[in-house]
């Protein structure tokens, strides 16, 4: 908690009055996250095929902290993996209804999770490694893949 009020510039008795504990304070950053997140997405932030990867990167470059935690260290704490257990839930209930005109119904949860899974993880590691000046081909080479996919899980509606 010390090195959270010097990050932030107050005293840990400051912190310790909005947060008991640290446990708290990690839920509280998880909670940010996922409602940030589900605001953007009803607010317009959905692609053709699911959350569109201009959209993801929008929220992690306005909160890359809270990104991180939600999607990578809750997942791995079992305390909190059932924030992220929500959030990622989330992504997939609105890709797996995105997909319906496009994947056959048998494919589709499978199809969700997976484009759900490769554009959070694409998304981290592009946090992780990108340079942010080239955002742009970040989100153009994600959405191809995906467009890639949508159109291999398509084929098989035929089949």
Same mark, same amino acid.
């Given at each position: 908690?010390?090195?959270?009020?010097?990050?932030?510039?107050? =005293?840990?008795?400051?912190?310790?009055?909005?947060?008991?504990? +640290?446990?708290?304070?990690?839920?509280? !950053?998880?909670?940010?996250?996922?409602?940030?997140?589900?605001? +953007?997405?009803?607010?317009?932030?959905?692609?053709?095929?699911?959350?569109?990867?201009?959209?993801?990167?929008?929220? !992690?470059?306005?909160?890359?902290?809270?990104?991180? !935690?939600?999607?990578?260290?809750?997942? @791995?704490?079992?305390?909190? /993996? @059932?924030?992220?257990?929500? =959030? &990622?839930? @989330?992504?997939?209930?609105?890709?797996?209804?995105?997909?319906?005109?496009?994947? *056959? +119904? &048998?494919? &589709? *949860?499978?199809?969700?999770?997976?484009?759900?899974?490769?554009? !959070?993880?694409?998304?981290?590691?592009?946090?992780?490694?990108?340079?942010? /000046?080239?955002?742009?081909?970040?989100?153009?080479?994600?959405?191809?893949?995906?467009?890639?996919?949508?159109?291999?899980?398509?084929?098989?509606? &035929? =089949?």
């Amino acid at each position: 908690m010390a090195d959270i009020s010097d990050a932030v510039g107050v =005293s840990h008795l400051i912190v310790y009055r909005h947060f008991a504990s +640290k446990e708290q304070l990690y839920e509280a !950053v998880i909670e940010r996250a996922h409602a940030h997140l589900d605001a +953007k997405l009803a607010a317009g932030g959905m692609g053709r095929f699911g959350p569109s990867p201009a959209t993801l990167l929008r929220i !992690v470059r306005s909160d890359p902290p809270g990104f991180v !935690v939600l999607w990578r260290h809750a997942a @791995r704490e079992p305390e909190f /993996r @059932r924030l992220h257990d929500r =959030s &990622r839930q @989330r992504l997939v209930d609105l890709t797996m209804e995105a997909m319906r005109p496009h994947v *056959a +119904k &048998r494919d &589709r *949860a499978w199809a969700a999770r997976a484009t759900v899974t490769y554009l !959070v993880e694409a998304t981290v590691a592009w946090l992780d490694d990108g340079d942010p /000046r080239l955002d742009d081909r970040f989100v153009a080479a994600t959405d191809s893949a995906l467009r890639a996919g949508i159109r291999s899980w398509s084929a098989t509606r &035929r =089949s």
